[in-house]
């Protein structure tokens, strides 16, 4: 269990000598076992921010930091963070079950691990195709063994880059579905970078917007799961977002 | 229906060097019939000599290959990690590219006499390029996202290595292999052709100072087959290795 404290966070690039902003001045507080939907066109700054979050890049400037919920005692503190990708990265020597155990490879007990794997592969709907090699399976089912990857791995935190930008819109909304029966079932929290504004309001119980390497708004959604995106609060929220993103490329 | 396409050709050309020689276009003291080269084919079978040629010459040419890959693959596995060496070692690998093994011949019979190290000399020069090259090939070009992987779970440089470099490296090496296997077959029929006392080479080479084009001919023809059932059975398997890189199938929908 664990939270994401982001303050003040630049972070430049340099391409041929020529210093790019991609993030200024960040400030999110992501609490413990939420799940928050980062949204935002495509250059905004998303991708780097979950970089930074999980290590793969350092920021520039500023403080990120991982929080536990008050009534955890000390002893047991962890903030493991892992990432989704945008693509699903598996490896393709490996099958689904194994790339699925592949974060586990130095866990002793292998009665445990198989254990977990399969509680995924059941979870996920990937039990027939567990001895199939990534080559040999569809877009979706590769995502999904990508996520059941990033589960098996356990970590406290879950940031997902847009991991449904590939897919088809059937088996797209299937997933949203899924991560959301995950994200109850098992509490963890989740950041999830999408450009897609219905699936940010679908998913999120905060939308954060982002546009040129800022935050423009914070936007909370508070409706319940699972959630109907024909109804009035759903499209109320979304129209705000929308107009927020609109009013910010008029200025 | 496939074998019967690849033996279409050896049998158009079987049919015409044999009505070429029942009509007399061919000269018999150039080409041999068919009949001829069969004949010899099972005289030298039947008296066990072409079986000892082939054994002497396809002992020398896996000594020599498992003598190359036991340094040339660890070299190529040190480089990969150390990238600095590269700078040292490219430019001396792209002058030594260029030279044939059958032109260091001479210089090896002078270092080494006419006996079995000067054809090892030659295999492992054969053999070590693709090799050596393939290894590291397949090492630098690792997909960094799968690497990024590998840093999202936690891993130390030697878990990247072992469970991701490695692995995706698995069929180029094995491509190396292949390709050294096969070069270092040639290599030694050509160092056997200049200096040997036994081997296909050297088989080869006695037939001609006898005047016998009809052993000859039965010499390039074992050549053939024994690089084709090498190749042929390395490929088996390694291909078992490798299972992931056999044709896609595609499993239903998602």
New interface residues.
């Given amino acids: 269990m664990a939270g994401v404290k982001i303050q003040k966070v630049d972070k430049n690039f340099y391409i041929n000598g020529q210093g790019i902003n991609a993030l200024s001045d960040i400030n999110i507080t992501i609490e413990d076992r939420s799940f928050v939907a980062l949204v935002g066109k495509s250059g905004s700054g998303k991708t780097t921010l979950l970089k930074l979050i999980?290590?793969?890049e350092k920021s520039t400037r500023g403080e990120i930091s991982f929080f536990q919920p008050p009534e955890k005692s000390m002893n047991c503190q962890s903030n493991k963070v892992?990432?989704v990708?945008q693509?699903p990265?598996l490896?393709?020597?490996?099958t689904v079950e194994q790339n699925m155990a592949?974060?586990l490879?130095?866990e002793k007990n292998r009665d445990l691990v198989s254990q977990t794997v399969n509680h995924y592969l059941d979870l996920l709907v990937l039990k027939e195709?567990k001895n199939?090699?990534?080559?040999?399976?569809?877009?979706?089912?590769a995502q999904?063994t990508a996520l059941g990857r990033t589960l098996c791995?356990d970590p406290d935190v879950i940031l997902m880059d847009e991991p449904l930008g590939a897919l088809d819109a059937f088996?797209r909304k299937k997933l949203q579905v899924d991560l959301i029966n995950i994200f109850q079932l098992k509490k963890k929290t989740i950041v999830f970078v999408t450009h897609d504004v219905d699936e940010a309001v679908f998913l999120g119980q905060k939308v954060v917007i982002f546009e040129a390497g800022k935050i423009i708004e914070h936007v909370p959604v508070n409706i319940d799961y699972p959630r109907d995106p024909l109804s009035r609060d759903f499209l109320q929220v979304k129209k705000k977002i929308l107009s927020l993103i609109e009013a910010e490329n008029f200025h | 229906m496939k074998v019967l396409k690849c033996l279409t050709i050896p049998f158009v050309i079987l049919a015409l060097w044999f009505i070429g020689s029942t009509v007399g276009i061919i000269n018999q003291y150039i080409i041999p019939p068919p009949s001829r080269v069969l004949h010899t084919a099972i005289t030298l079978l039947s008296s066990g000599l072409l079986l000892e040629h082939i054994a002497t010459s396809l002992f020398r040419v896996f000594a020599g290959f498992f003598a190359t890959v036991l340094f040339a693959f660890p070299l190529a596995v040190l480089v990969g990690i150390k990238r600095k060496l590269q700078d040292f070692i490219e430019p001396v690998l792209d002058f030594l590219g260029h030279i044939p093994p059958i032109a260091c011949i001479p210089m090896f019979i002078l270092w080494f006499g006419i006996g079995e190290a000067s054809k090892l000399a030659v295999i492992i020069l054969a053999t070590f390029f693709p090799v050596f090259l393939n290894t590291l090939n397949g090492i630098l070009s690792c997909d960094k996202q799968l690497l990024e992987v590998g840093d999202v779970f936690g891993f130390k440089d030697r878990d990247k290595f072992l469970r991701i470099i490695m692995p995706s490296a698995l069929p180029s090496i094995i491509v190396g292999l292949r390709l050294g296997l096969g070069y270092s077959w040639r290599a030694l029929v050509g160092a056997e052709l200049i200096a040997a006392s036994s081997g296909i080479g050297y088989m080869i080479i006695e037939a001609e100072q006898l005047s016998r084009p009809d052993i000859i001919i039965v010499g390039i023809i074992t050549i053939g087959l024994c690089g084709y059932l090498i190749d042929y059975c390395f490929f088996r398997l390694t291909s078992c290795i490798i299972p992931w890189t056999r044709k896609r199938s595609v499993y239903g929908r998602s």
């Fill in positions: 999980c290590g793969l892992s990432i990708f693509e990265r490896m393709p020597w490996l592949f974060p490879i130095k195709f199939a090699y990534p080559s040999q399976i569809s877009g979706g089912m999904r791995y088996t």
